[in-house]
T-cell receptor, first 110, second 112 residues
Framework: KQEVTQIPAALSVPEGENLVLNCSFT??????LQWFRQDPGKGLTSLLL?????REQTSGRLNASLDKSSGRSTLYIAASQPGDSATYLC?????????FGTGTRLTIIP | EAGVTQFPSHSVIEKGQTVTLRCDPI?????LYWYRRVMGKEIKFLLH????????ESGMPNNRFLAERTGGTYSTLKVQPAELEDSGVYFC??????????FGPGTRLTVL
């Protein structure tokens, strides 16, 4: 059974800093891994999708990496802004269903 | 292009009542998924449709939950009768194949 862990559960950093969010999973037999953000009371917004054959994906200030063999993914956010404050979720995909972690609540301090 | 929409946004019902949640996927997306998050837990998969067919319903908690997708367009998820432990946020997502799943805003269900 796939288990996804995100550490830390919460993180506060000053504005402008670069930061890394971590995601680990127990079963490396995955199709893809997706990073989402969720704002309070809102739905999930997809940030990046990494296919199992890829090592990383980039979108603007975001960079996600995937190491299937070690069961790890990281989401790197450069030059953080207050608008980046949200809960970040990673989800691993297998057989077209996603298994989610519990998320990291990120607060950017102005 | 419209995103995934869900209705209602919030539903409050009493234990034993019936509730029906609706999801309209992004136009052209054959794959439709239901997930839910109960208080304090991670989001969990419920089921997956490809067009009107149930591809995987391994996450459905019990037979009080019934999902349909008539005509391969919108989907409904009915809970009958509702129990207290059914409270949570129900998310719908759609996708084209094994690619990005796009999520709706969710329906918050409260069972009293």
């Amino acid at each position: 059974k796939q288990e996804v862990t995100q550490i830390p559960a919460a993180l506060s950093v000053p504005e402008g800093e670069n930061l890394v969010l971590n995601c680990s999973f127990t079963d490396s037999a995955i199709y893809n891994l997706q990073w989402f953000r969720q704002d309070p009371g809102k739905g999930l917004t997809s940030l990046l999708l990494i296919q199992s054959s890829q090592r990383e994906q980039t979108s603007g200030r975001l960079n996600a990496s995937l190491d299937k063999s070690s069961g790890r993914s990281t989401l790197y956010i450069a030059a953080s802004q207050p608008g980046d404050s949200a809960t970040y979720l990673c989800a691993v995909g297998l057989n077209e269903k996603l298994t989610f972690g519990t998320g990291t609540r990120l607060t950017i301090i102005p | 292009e419209a995103g995934v929409t869900q209705f209602p946004s919030h539903s409050v019902i009493e234990k034993g009542q019936t509730v029906t949640l609706r999801c309209d996927p992004i136009s052209g997306h054959d794959n439709l998924y239901w997930y839910r998050r109960v208080m304090g837990k991670e989001i969990k998969f419920l089921l997956h449709f490809v067009k009107e067919s149930k591809q995987d319903e391994s996450g459905m908690p019990n037979n009080r939950f019934l999902a349909e997708r008539t005509g391969g367009t919108y989907s409904t998820l009915k809970v009958q009768p509702a129990e207290l432990e059914d409270s949570g946020v129900y998310f719908c997502a759609s996708a084209t194949g094994r690619y990005t799943q796009y999520f709706g805003p969710g329906t918050r269900l409260t069972v009293l």
